[in-house]
């Protein structure tokens, strides 16, 4: 079936880099996507990845796909205290379900000053 | 800008309650979700509708319906409130397949059931 899967923390100084990873099981999804949700808000799409690509550069963001091994990550260079949030990766499989996306747990991020 | 607006932030409803959670989007999306937040378990799906009248399940729609009488509104009834419905209810909108549309998200209503 479909999962997807992250580590549920993450704690970084400001100024270093954080890297948040994500494994998925659907080796047929097309697209996978990063959010980010802030205290007290929805889920904000931060980037994407189509799944022919390896890297996308975004910024100070930088997702890299391993589609072999089904890996996912997210590294945020510079990472600042308003960086601090929950980070969801999630897939989006083709096929039936192609008007959804399946989420993981989410990924909280606390950066220390 | 997308802007999808869920009418309430918090609600406190009673057991066995019926229960009405309105979304509304104002950039005309065929798609339309309600999703659940539970901590450790990530958003996982209730039901979505891909046009007006029209709903498919998601992975929990047990003790929930909805209503899509108008393209711009999405509805999620508990239509007898438990306590382990407590949680955060996220209503998103896309357009097209999620491969190729991000979904949008509104603010989120957290509903306690006491």
């Known amino acids: 079936g479909e999962d997807v899967e992250q580590s549920l923390f993450l704690s970084v100084r400001e100024g270093d880099s954080s890297v948040i990873n994500c494994t998925y099981t659907?080796?047929?999804?097309?697209?996978l996507y990063w959010y980010k949700q802030e205290p007290g808000a929805g889920l904000q799409l931060l980037t994407y990845i189509f799944s022919n690509m390896d890297m996308k550069q975004d910024q100070r963001l930088t997702v890299l796909l391993n589609k072999k091994d089904k890996h996912l990550s997210l590294r945020i260079a510079d990472t600042q205290t308003g960086d601090s949030a929950i980070y969801f990766c999630?897939?989006?499989?083709?096929?039936?379900?192609?008007?959804?996306?399946?989420f993981g747990s989410g990924t909280r991020l606390l950066v220390r000053p | 800008d997308v802007k999808v607006t869920q009418s309430s932030r918090y609600l406190v409803k009673r057991t066995g309650e019926k229960v009405f959670l309105e979304c509304v989007q104002d950039m005309d999306h065929e798609n339309m979700f309600w999703y659940r937040q539970d901590p450790g378990l990530g958003l996982r799906l209730i039901y979505f509708?891909?046009?007006?009248?029209?709903?498919e399940k998601g992975d929990i729609p047990e003790g929930y319906s909805v209503s899509r009488e108008k393209k711009e509104r999405f509805s999620l009834i508990l239509e007898s409130a438990s306590t382990n419905q407590t949680s955060m209810y996220l209503c998103a909108t896309g357009t097209g397949t999620a491969y190729n549309s991000p979904l949008h998200f509104g603010n989120g209503t957290r509903l306690t059931v006491t």
């Open positions: 659907d080796s047929s999804s097309t697209y």
């Open positions: 999630a897939e989006s499989p083709e096929g039936d379900s192609s008007y959804k996306l399946i």
């Open positions: 509708s891909y046009d007006v009248k029209m709903k």
